[in-house]
């Protein structure tokens, strides 16, 4: 036996035991068995038809990987767990993510003065923020002033409306 | 989110139709039983399927088991094991035998006759 078409049968064989440990052990050993037989029987049909070993071991892998995402189905479908624990862990799990990801967002924060006079709550400003370059020099084309490998973060701050202009110069006339 | 996946359920398939790879192991399970076989094994199917289709490369591990796994379920096939001495004889693995039953017979007819509909409809429909 080639090593390749060894390698192949070990794998499909190992991946068939991954995906159905943990699962009624009669329901295991009618799908290892299946595997086992289906293997040996396209082996042998493969060779009587004078496919390299190399040939058979690629298609067996093919077959593999083409048939993950059913044999995960199936797992699921033959899952021992109760379907409330799995659904309570995936609650778990989602809320332990939002606290993560807000225990990560506040030290972000802490190390960078705030984006906005809103402070440190504008989430919209933190998750978009806004970008300028700098300016261009004299008779620079649009190409040449972007800059290539960093770009400069320049958080613009809102600090109300303008003062209004300054009054007119009072003229002579109304000195008089 | 279990309401989510009974809804995905429902829409997936109508109550009765097989899919597309369902209806191909059920042909090829009549086919294999006009030539003598009344009973098969999982190699044997992907093969007749994989040669209707011209494609050298067979149906998925997977994909195939899990789908005679669901017509087993749906009793439109039944299996066993090969008599073990058989196998110790010929020295190789054991085989899982499935055999097409009448509920799978009659939903084969049942799918042909569905997909006759709408052709007969479309030539009835075409231009001469």
């Known amino acids: 036996m080639s090593p390749a078409l060894a390698i192949a049968l070990a794998l499909v064989r190992a991946w068939t035991r991954v995906y159905t440990a943990g699962i009624d052990p009669a329901i295991r050993a009618r799908r290892l068995a299946e595997i086992d037989s289906d293997l040996w029987e396209f082996h042998e049909d493969a060779r009587h038809r004078g496919l390299w070993p190399a040939a058979i071991a690629i298609l067996m892998l093919l077959r593999l990987a083409l048939g993950v995402h059913d044999d995960l189905c199936w797992r699921i479908e033959h899952r021992t767990v109760p379907f409330d624990l799995v659904r309570s862990g995936l609650w778990t799990a989602a809320a332990a993510s939002i606290a993560l990801l807000w225990l990560v967002i506040s030290a972000l924060q802490t190390r960078e003065p705030p984006l906005s006079p809103v402070g440190t709550g504008n989430i919209v400003r933190m998750l978009y923020p806004v970008h300028a370059y700098p300016a261009a020099p004299p008779g620079a084309t649009l190409p040449t002033m972007l800059p290539t490998s960093s770009a400069v973060v320049v958080h613009v701050t809102f600090k109300g409306a303008p003062p209004p202009p300054p009054p007119p110069p009072a003229s002579s006339d109304d000195r008089r | ?128």
């Not at chain 2, 209806?23 to 009344?38: Q, S, Y």
């Not at chain 2, 017509?71 to 693995?93: G, Q, V």
């Open chain 2, 1 to 128: 989110m279990s309401r989510y996946l009974l809804i995905m359920k429902i829409m997936r398939r109508k109550p009765g139709a097989l899919v597309p790879l369902e209806l191909a192991i059920c042909e090829a399970a009549a086919a294999l039983r006009t030539r003598g076989h009344d009973e098969f094994h999982g190699y044997q199917i992907a093969k007749t399927i994989g040669d209707a289709a011209e494609s050298r490369l067979l149906t998925a591990y997977g994909t195939l088991y899990r789908a005679l796994a669901r017509l087993e379920k749906m009793r439109l096939l039944t299996s066993r094991w090969e008599d073990p001495e058989i196998p110790a004889r010929e020295n190789r693995p054991g085989r899982r035998l499935y055999t097409l039953t009448a509920l799978g017979d009659a939903a084969l007819r049942d799918a042909h006759r569905a997909m006759e509909g709408p052709a007969r409809a479309r030539r009835r429909l075409a231009p001469a």
